[in-house]
């Protein structure tokens, strides 16, 4: 409070008025306090306060560090080395300073700009022109130590003569990227890379015998640094094969990449997905596949003229395939290798297959082949093989395919046997939905085929176009055993050529057996008049003996055991005789038919009942 407080308006020249001034101007600096009273009684902050900093010291002095000062509140200040320090964020008030310094103190924080002043000066790494970057781009210290040099074409940085040192930042869609020039001898390098994907030469070194301008990459290259094209619209097999010579791996981006006759032996092309990248073509686009070969995340297929999209390397033995996450589409053929050659652990891992106009994977050996969560659909036919052993296609779909799912057809002569067919779990529907016939075919060409272990459990059968579902074929030879259980609308129907039959020549009509002479059937839960089998054929001048034992799904006991004896006459007709049936509304009837003879569910029995049988031929 001042002496007189006239209250006299501002502006008077009153000399009590200049007496009361000087002493609230004395205040306003000098006091410690917040705030001050003008003459006219309007409190106002004072000029500590309107810094906002206090220091340690008496009446809010500012002291130089030393250990044990108290800082008690964040606008508490403290001097060292030339910059003002407050407590940090962090600290705990009120915080008491220790022989630890201000400038590595956790708990203390700078308010100047001294330390940046400090770090701009300082030619450390890390400090000086590496702190200023330029707008939208890299800082002081790279742009003037690489040089950065702009362009948007190859042919610009061709026309440079920079030296060592410099970069170019080439904006050239597709194509971009940075390009440092480096020294060393690069003749072979350049002169190999006719599309200047990697190696670029400059106008003072055509040859790049002391100096190159080389693009910085990591990971797989994009097929666009060749100068690709990705609408479709013009062939890249040049590029792409270019790129797959020098580094076996391709990342195709988002696009369709237009191929003919590209050579993917020991190649690896991944793309971002079957809807994002597409390899598209007429006739032909793969060929000689294997030998480690990987495919992925993506679609194929033929644009106009249908092909072969995937066609196997011709030698004997094609080792390692892996096709992952494909869409195969329009064409003749999805993956072909029906030229004689044995395919070694190939494995199709979650594909589609659509669309192909004659078998969508044929062959002729394949041995350790896979299947694995693959869709087959919409195709003339599904899958062929003649040869090989431990062939799975265990959980795959087969649907609406024009005529057969499977055929399995061992050859006339040389290799004619195939040993383990997993078609477990598998799904089969409206297959046949043009030519009617069954879902799988098994086949022998000549009395030495051998179609052998064909596991069918818990394969499903839905609306078949024909009866059996299964249907075994040949000209003798054996197609044994064949394991069954918890199928639905599973039927087998051995059919025989005609003539060998009739002949009784020296080969077996049973095409259907185990090693030991004995068919063996474990039959489906289909309830009352569920056929078994159909069409069974007893070979010319002998019987079959076939024994039933049924049992209750609940607990495995049997409720009945039957067995009959079916003779063949000279004219080919069947006899059927009963030669024990303790059965009572559960069990199964066999019936002949003429020139064959079935089996069936009891008219009264339940789902709750499976019957298995044995046929023996004596």
């Known amino acids: 409070m001042t002496n007189f407080n006239t209250g006299n308006p501002i502006g008077s020249t009153d000399a009590r008025d200049l007496s009361d001034n000087a002493q609230n101007f004395d205040n306003a600096v000098n006091a410690t306090g917040d705030t001050w009273t003008d003459r006219l009684g309007v409190a106002r902050r004072t000029l500590r306060s309107a810094v906002g900093y206090t220091g340690t010291g008496t009446d809010g002095a500012i002291q130089s560090y030393t250990s044990g000062l108290v800082l008690s509140g964040y606008n508490v200040i403290i001097l060292y080395s ?37 770090d701009l000066a300082d030619n450390a790494s890390g ?41 170019f930042s080439l904006n050239a869609g597709g194509r971009s990227g940075n390009f440092d020039v480096i020294a060393g001898d690069f003749s072979t390098e350049i002169a190999a890379d006719t599309f200047n994907s990697i190696y670029i030469a400059l106008s ?15 990971g797989a290259p994009a097929v666009q ?35 003919s006759e590209l050579d993917v032996e020991g190649k690896r092309i991944v793309g971002l997905g079957r809807s994002a990248t597409t390899i598209i073509g007429d006739g032909d686009l793969l060929i000689n596949a294997g030998n480690g070969t990987e495919i992925s995340s993506l679609t194929i297929k033929n644009d106009i003229t249908r092909g072969k999209l995937v066609v196997a390397k011709i030698e004997s033995a094609v080792a390692r395939a892996l096709f992952y996450n494909i869409s195969f589409e329009k064409s003749i053929s999805h993956i072909y290798g029906n030229d004689g050659q044995d395919l070694v652990h190939w494995l199709c891992d979650s594909c589609v297959f659509n669309d192909a106009s004659d078998w969508s994977r044929k062959f002729s050996g394949l041995w350790a082949y ?44 040389g290799n004619v046997e195939l040993y383990g067919l997993d078609l477990s779990n598998a799904y089969f529907e409206s297959n046949g939905n043009v030519t009617p016939g069954p879902d799988i075919l098994l086949e022998n060409n000549s009395s030495i085929g051998r179609i052998k272990n064909i ?16 249907k075994l074929l040949g000209r003798g030879g054996h197609i044994y055993p064949i394991q069954t259980g918890g199928n639905k609308d599973l039927t087998i129907n051995p059919v025989f050529n005609s003539d060998v ?30 056929v078994q089998l159909s069409g069974r054929v007893v070979p ?44 009572s509304g559960v069990g199964c009837d066999v019936t002949v038919s003429g020139s064959s003879y079935g089996v069936s569910n009891k008219g009264s029995m339940s789902t709750t009942f499976q019957p298995f049988i044995v046929i023996e031929t004596v």
């Open 204 to 218: 003072d070194d055509p040859t790049s015998e002391t100096k190159v301008a080389k693009r910085r990459y990591s």
């Open 540 to 583: 010319q001048g002998k019987s079959q003996l076939i024994t039933i034992t049924t049992i209750s799904s609940g607990n495995g006991t049997s409720f009945a055991t039957q067995q009959f004896l079916v003779s063949r006459k000279s004219n080919g007709d069947h006899l059927t005789s009963t030669i024990f049936d303790d059965s």
């Open 127 to 167: 400090s000086g022109a590496a702190l200023v970057s330029m707008e939208g781009g890299p800082s002081v210290e790279e742009a003037v130590l690489d040089r950065v040099i702009r362009v948007t074409s190859i042919a610009a940085i061709e026309a440079y003569s920079a030296p060592v040192g410099y970069v």
């Open 82 to 118: 030339g910059e003002f320090y407050r407590p940090s964020a962090s600290a705990t008030l009120p915080y008491t300073t220790t022989a630890t310094l201000p400038d590595v103190d956790s708990n203390l924080v700078s308010i100047g700009d001294a330390n940046l002043r400090q």
């Open 370 to 413: 896979e299947e694995r969560h693959c869709y087959t659909w919409f195709n003339l036919y599904g899958f062929f093989v003649t040869r090989g052993a431990n062939i799975s296609l265990a959980g795959g779909v087969f649907e609406f395919n024009q005529s057969l799912a499977i055929h399995v057809q061992t050859a006339s002569s």
């Open 455 to 470: 596991n069918l459990t818990g394969s499903t059968f839905w609306l078949s176009t024909e009866s059996p579902t299964v």
């Open 501 to 530: 039959t009739s002949s009784n020549s020296n080969v077996s009509d049973d095409l259907y057996q185990t090693d030991n002479g004995k068919f063996r059937l474990q039959g489906s839960f289909g309830g009352s008049g569920t």
């Open 225 to 259: 640094w060749w100068g690709a094209d990705d609408s479709g619209a013009i062939d890249i097999t040049a590029e792409l094969q270019d790129l797959l010579s020098k580094f076996s791996s391709a990342t195709l981006s988002n696009g369709i990449f237009r191929v």
